[in-house]
């Protein structure tokens, strides 16, 4: 794993005013999840993405404040659970200060390759290594270079939009 720390630049940009900003750019919701030597932890997010399908990589930005943080840097796994509509309020425990074992009881989880929890239900699931971290300003920028994945073609998927959720129904191939 290589770690990389990029300098922050002056910015006019008030914080707030970018918050505001980002709020009205939808995304999809996800319980990142970990398990392994540092422990079992997780949390949700919206900033994933996707970085490239060869080798398959997605990002996944975390906050190094985050109680999770050295659990995940750490185990060096993590699966990536992009959640179901039907997942909302276990968005909120993961995204809460529920203990951490309280917010696993509440669904239920498999393993794949890596050893970090699967959601049963997720409308995709990324089972990944962290092959690469990077520090920008309060966050790591975390590759995750996929080794397993799993995909539920059935229900609505979860997005978070001016501050709040939102179903987006699965349209049938044309």
């Known amino acids: 794993m290589s770690h990389t720390a990029l300098s922050p630049a002056l910015s006019a940009v008030e914080k707030q005013d970018f918050r505001n900003a980002m709020a009205r750019l939808g995304a999809a919701v996800n319980i990142i999840t970990t398990d392994g030597p540092g422990g079992r932890a997780g949390f949700t997010a919206s900033a994933v993405c996707s970085v490239t399908d060869s080798p398959p990589t997605l990002l996944v930005c975390l906050n190094r404040s985050a109680s999770v943080w050295p659990t995940f840097m750490q185990n060096q796994v993590l699966c990536v659970n992009t959640l179901a509509a039907e997942h909302e309020a276990l968005s909120n425990l993961f995204g809460g200060k529920t203990p951490m074992a309280e917010r696993f009881i509440a ?68």
């Open 107 to 174: 669904a239920e989880w498999a393993t794949l390759l890596t050893g970090a929890p699967i959601l049963n239900g997720a409308v995709a699931s990324f089972d990944c290594r962290i092959s690469q971290t990077i520090s920008v300003g309060t966050h790591d920028i975390l590759f995750c270079e996929a080794q397993a994945l799993v995909c539920n073609h059935h229900g609505a998927g979860l997005i978070y939009f001016d501050r709040g959720y939102h179903h987006l129904l699965r349209q049938e191939a044309r």
